[in-house]
């Protein structure tokens, strides 16, 4: 197949530092090409993906993330350059809403992230004319729209070095909103007795604010903030763990930092929010707790958890390979529902 890959224009892929759906969209892209498809990548300019690249927007354009009209823009850019492939699989916000001037165009939407009353609006243009994938059975639980497939990421283990949680201390690896539980979670590491190092993502207004007001107070005493380490900094941190930390108290759609732990041998200790069930198996690869005093208790039972068996859970159930093939064959039924739709035309 011909395979259309759009990324959202703002990250390079795969990202430098903090980027979640653009370091899936580098796995997603560089399978597909691995499994023999002619994939094009249309992204940021910076990418280093290993396949071919198009971009629309200069990278100067870029640092302000989330502008309606750069969005839109490199929409419009994407469809165009898209125009002659099999599929497009789209990773942004503007591209569905856009791909109805490609009536013929067979499309696979993913949303990376929650659903709400603007993205199902979004997304509902494509109900009839192209498919809908999301990124957990939790996910697709929270929108009525059709989804065509539950996807989960997927990473290569053998990119991620195995640790052995020598360095003594609990990780996070974020970004610097209240709905990542960080204050929550530095309570939990002082009630544990565990240093915890915090690596996240500080660029917006909201994430300054939220740093300066309520956690800047509560470093120190063993509460260490890193800043936005790069891809090779957030693998040593991980390795060197007792455990990620993860106590989010929203509904996550997946949680990439979880996979990326385990994949280093590092248990999680989060709460049952969102795609966590669908990653932690209990006593096996971390614990869930909702209730603050579990948490800390989970804490304390980390010796028990085998870290090969936390990697090898990521190699068996999150591969590359598997992610790739869930979305060839999606990619297989709009492409064979969209030819169908034009014979019977």
């Known amino acids: 197949m011909r395979i259309a890959v ?3 224009p703002w990250l390079p892929v795969p990202p430098t530092a903090y980027g979640g759906t653009e370091a899936v969209v580098d796995a997603l892209a560089t399978g597909l090409q691995e499994a023999g498809h002619d994939v094009l990548l249309i992204g940021h300019p910076d990418s280093t993906c290993p396949v071919p690249l ?5 990278a100067s ?3 302000q993330m989330g502008r309606a009209s750069i969005e839109l823009e490199h929409a419009i850019g994407a469809y165009r350059l898209a125009a002659d492939y099999n599929v497009v699989s789209d990773h942004t916000i503007g591209g569905p809403l856009h791909s109805a001037s490609y009536p013929h165009l067979p499309v696979v939407a993913t949303n990376h ?3 709400s009353r603007t993205r199902d609006a979004i997304y509902s243009t494509l109900v009839g004319r192209g498919a809908i994938v999301a ?5 697709a639980a929270s929108t009525r729209l059709p989804i065509a497939a539950v996807i989960h990421h997927g990473i290569d283990v053998e990119q991620f070095p195995i640790g052995s949680g020598a360095g003594g201390y609990l990780a996070m690896v974020t970004r610097m909103t209240p709905d990542k539980g960080i204050d929550r979670a530095i309570r939990l590491a002082r009630r544990a007795g565990l240093p915890l190092r915090i690596a996240a993502k500080i660029r917006e207004r909201h994430e300054r604010e939220y740093f300066d007001s309520v956690i800047a107070p509560l470093l120190g005493d063993g509460i260490e903030f ?11 941190l991980l390795a060197d763990a007792t455990a990620l930390l993860n106590p989010i108290e929203w509904d996550e759609p997946f949680g990439m930092a979880m996979l990326e732990s385990l994949a280093c041998g590092t248990p999680v200790v989060a709460t049952p929010r969102g795609a966590a069930p669908e990653i932690v198996v209990p006593s096996i690869t971390g614990y869930l707790a909702a209730d603050d005093d579990q948490l800390v208790s989970s804490i304390g039972a980390l010796d028990r958890i ?3 068996a936390c990697r090898q859970h990521v190699s068996d159930r999150f591969s590359i390979s598997a992610m790739c093939t869930a979305y060839t064959k999606v990619f297989e039924q709009e492409i064979e529902r969209q030819r169908a739709a034009t014979v019977g035309s």
């Open 226 to 236: 890193l800043g936005e380490v790069d891809a090779i900094g957030k693998r040593v």
């Open 306 to 308: 085998d870290r090969a």
């Open 113 to 115: 992230n929650p659903f």
């Open 61 to 63: 354009d870029t640092v």
């Open 54 to 58: 198009r971009s629309v927007v200069p």
């Open 135 to 139: 990124i957990s059975e939790s996910h």
């Open 6 to 8: 759009v990324a959202p």
